[in-house]
């Protein structure tokens, strides 16, 4: 007697079903990389909070908080490497079934595991930014920058927090040192967008124009809890194009879903491998 086969996994079947399908990523996407996420199961906020745009740009107390936070935090973050989720989406690509990635997540992560269409939706966490000339600098270069006027900080040690962050919640950062941007004196911002702030047009605009070209959206590892991005969802959904999610518990785009699969990323997308 022979053993008859497995059925495919529901998310093969859809996988297999669509030949250019729009690829959304979340944080869950990462949480197998060392980087932790944001949120429970429910939706809800696992801690306070991120840093506010507003309040960044205005008061040199928070830039001190995120900065020294970011210090400690940027040591593990910055040596992150793509799991087995990040590697099947690049798979996926380049079985040609991928027209284009759009990510939440800010790690690089896509694009160190070979994938090469990607969209940074919320900027990236390697690059530093004037807020006044707009120069650019590597992390990493900041990170030594900030080592040497703070040096006493680089013996702390805290738990990691989402996006490079740390916690430190009971620090005295009045001392810490920020340093300006060398070229303006301006205020140096990690190249990412903050709670408070928008998404640069020409990047919606970019991933819409890519979304109206799918046949299908396949969402991994978010809550969609952000608008920026269920605001795509949204826009399958109003295309008719079916929708497939891999999250660990609710999203806010539960009812918009054709498919819905509850696993870790990494397991759901096994097959790609």
């Known amino acids: 007697m022979t053993n008859a086969p497995l059925p495919n996994h529901p998310l093969q079947e859809f996988v297999a079903r669509h030949q250019r399908l729009f690829v959304l990523t979340g944080a869950g996407c990462s949480t197998n990389s060392g980087i932790p996420d944001y949120r429970d199961s429910n939706g809800n906020w696992k801690r306070t909070q991120p840093v506010n745009f507003q309040a960044f740009m205005s008061e040199e107390q928070t830039r001190r908080r995120y900065w020294a936070r970011s210090l400690i935090g940027w040591r593990r973050f910055g040596q992150a490497r793509p799991n087995d989720a990040h590697h099947a989406l690049a798979r996926l690509e ?10 939440q997540n800010v790690d690089r992560l896509h694009q160190s595991a070979g994938h090469r269409h990607v969209i940074d939706l919320h900027g990236r966490l390697d690059l530093v930014r004037c807020m006044g000339c707009d120069r650019k600098i590597p992390r990493d270069e900041f990170q030594h920058a900030l080592g040497r006027s703070n040096a006493e900080w680089l013996t702390l040690d805290a738990a990691d927090a989402p996006d490079g962050d740390a916690d430190l919640e ?10 300006a941007c060398e070229a303006c004196g301006g205020i140096l911002k990690p190249d990412v967008v903050f709670f408070g702030e928008n998404v640069p047009r020409d990047i919606v605009a970019t991933a819409q124009d890519h979304l109206a070209q799918a046949d299908a959206m396949l969402v991994v590892g978010s809550s969609l809890m952000v608008y920026s991005g269920f605001r795509f969802v949204q826009a399958a959904a109003q295309r008719k194009i079916p929708i497939a999610a891999v999250n660990l518990g609710r999203t806010r785009a539960d009812d918009l879903l054709t498919l819905k699969v509850e696993e870790r990323c ?8």
């Open 94 to 103: 380049a079985g040609g079934r991928c027209g284009m990635l759009l990510t």
């Open 170 to 179: 009971h620090e005295d950062f009045s001392s810490f040192q920020v340093p």
């Open 266 to 273: 990494e397991a759901a997308l096994a097959f790609l491998l």
